[in-house]
């Protein structure tokens, strides 16, 4: 049975957790956030099933997920659609790192991660970058 306490600590931590995702946003170089276009960036609670299955992950594996067309192969045909999506996943990264720092950490490694898709890097090239 959820409380009325268990649904306001649930809604403290998830504003804890966006906050964390904002400030590594913030934290990008305004050249970085300058060529950000049709994307939006997301928290979510778990991945589904479907998107851990695009992944070949698990639900305690997956911390993050660009979904869109990479800027990189965008055509001047695309106009009009909706904005690409960077999900963050707050219950895989609170379960694998328990300090608040390490928690932050991973958020600012899995948002560039997940950034770097979004301009067109493949895993190996993300790898490269230390982002993996």
Do not use: W
Request: proline share 4%; hydrophobic share 40%; with cysteine.
């Amino acid at each position: 049975m959820r409380t009325r306490a268990n649904t306001v600590a649930e809604r403290a931590r998830r504003i804890r957790f966006q906050r964390l995702v904002e400030r590594a946003m913030r934290s990008l170089p305004s050249s970085i956030r300058d060529q950000l276009d049709n994307v939006e960036i997301v928290v979510e609670s778990e991945p589904t099933a479907e998107q851990c299955n695009a992944q070949d992950s698990d639900t305690n594996e997956l911390f993050g997920l660009y979904e869109g067309i990479p800027k990189a192969e965008r055509s001047s045909s695309y106009s009009m659609v909706i904005p690409d999506r960077i999900v963050i996943f707050q219950g895989p990264l609170e379960r694998a790192f328990v300090t608040q720092d390490a928690i932050a950490e991973e958020v600012r490694i899995t948002l560039l991660h997940e950034l770097a898709h979004y301009f067109g890097f493949d895993e190996d090239q993300v790898e490269k970058l230390g982002l993996a």
